[in-house]
């Protein structure tokens, strides 16, 4: 399937698609994804700095999966991860000022309680200020073979999302890469590295080596 947004690279997963899901599989998906559909950060009042979640792939921004997810034998949504990133150089800085007036002011350092409350309003009100960053990516499952596209470059995010799918969908996604089928067919590294021929190594050579 064509990427619109995401990372070049992606992940190949194969999924068993339970038998026992809803015979309309419009509503099964829109069920499941809706549960671990995405929720924005409250700004105002929440203590999170990282929100993440599924949404449409046609606007990250639509969290409604009644429409648009089938496409052939193809569902298509997508991941949205928002981050709120405080830097804490700015907070150390202005926190390192308030300390200096206080002592000018009052004649003494702050205790480690005024200190602490002054850094939680300083970060607070920075939180206030800071607008999130917004990563998307598409992901792809084949309805009739359980193949997964992860549109992620970084393993971890990739394997939130994978756990993410198996969650709302209740289906278990087994990595499809090189690596994951030779550790169940049990295929040992030594049989996975490149041959003498491959790598311009001369028998005698490899033996060498080997030695």
Known sequence: MPIRRGSVTFARFRAEIPAKRSSDTRRWLARGLAKGAFEPLD???????????????????????????????????????????????????????????????????????????????IRHAHRQRAVPSTKVHDVSLHLASGELLVWAASRKLVDEIAAAIEGALEIKPTPSSVSALAVRSEISDAALAPTAALTGISGK??????A
């Open 205 to 210: 050579e490899a033996l060498h080596v080997e």
């Open 43 to 121: 700004i105002e009042r929440g203590e999170d700095d990282r929100a993440a979640g599924f949404v449409s792939a046609e606007d990250p921004g639509v969290t409604d999966f009644t429409s648009g997810v089938l496409e052939g034998e193809w569902a298509l949504f997508a991941f949205r991860v928002d981050t709120l990133r405080i830097p804490s150089s700015a907070v150390r800085a202005e926190l390192d000022r308030w300390v200096a007036l206080h002592e000018k002011e009052r004649g003494r350092p702050p205790t480690k309680g005024e200190k602490a409350t002054q850094k939680d309003l």
